[in-house]
């Protein structure tokens, strides 16, 4: 399988603990996208990187959360002392360059309690 | 401030029958479109976009149009097969200066197919 892959697909935490979610773009893709999507709404954009830069980050990515790409292959997504409202969906995305189609992954699941 | 909207949860078509789903925008600056579809549990799946200098695009069995002047793009699905149920995102590309490529979604459009 060469897509977007993610880990882990599902994560049970108890608040106040932290986690981190790994994701492994499409071979050779430079740019690298995670997005955070709640029940009943569309994917919200959380951060991107291009290559190993971290160029963007929205204003839904507390100080709690904190993204890297170190080597600009794969990223990580850390979240520190978790909160019952971090529960939902981590995606991660990626795409060649702009102009082109940005791809998803499975996702990760989170589930706070 | 939602710039892309779904504004139809959810729709329910006979098998083989045309699917509609339609998506609203505000941004006039958005130049690409996506539409993405969704299983439970599972990430979106890229189906079909259109660029903002163009006013339809056809692939097999999906048909996107875009009328710039009204804001507005809907998906066409024809016919309609069960296994095409699922929700189904529009997204629009939201550059602005720093050419990110990221994508704004619409709510979703939960697709019932019925056999």
């Known amino acids: 399988d060469t897509g977007v892959s993610q880990d882990p697909r599902h994560k049970i935490t108890k608040r106040g603990q932290n986690v981190t979610f790994r994701c492994d773009p499409i071979s050779e893709h430079n740019r690298l996208y995670w997005y955070r999507q709640t029940l009943g709404q569309g994917p919200e954009f959380l951060t991107y990187?291009?290559?190993?830069?971290?160029?963007?980050k929205s204003r839904l990515l507390s100080d709690r959360f904190s993204a890297e790409r170190p080597k600009g292959s794969f990223s990580t997504l850390e979240i520190q002392r978790t909160e019952q409202g971090d529960s939902a969906m981590y995606l991660c995305?990626?795409?060649?360059?702009?102009?082109?189609?940005?791809?998803f992954g499975e996702g990760s699941w989170l589930t706070v309690v | 401030d939602q710039q892309v909207k779904q504004n139809s949860p959810s729709l329910s078509v006979q098998e083989g029958r045309i699917s509609i789903l339609n998506c609203d925008y505000t941004n006039s600056m958005f130049d690409y479109f996506l539409w993405y579809k969704k299983y439970p549990a599972e990430g979106p799946t890229f189906l079909i976009s259109?660029?903002?200098?163009?006013d339809k695009n056809e692939d097999g069995r999906f048909t996107v149009f875009l009328n710039k002047s009204a804001k507005h793009l809907s998906l066409h699905i024809v016919p309609s097969q069960p296994g095409d149920s699922a929700v189904y995102f529009c997204?629009?590309?939201?550059?602005?200066?720093?050419?990110?490529?990221?994508?704004?979604f619409g709510q979703g459009t939960t697709l019932q197919v019925k056999p």
């Open positions: 997204a629009a590309r939201d550059d602005g200066s720093s050419n990110t490529g990221k994508l704004i």
């Open positions: 259109i660029s903002s200098i163009k």
């Open positions: 995305a990626s795409s060649l360059g702009n102009g082109n189609t940005i791809y």
């Open positions: 990187f291009q290559n190993e830069a971290q160029l963007e």
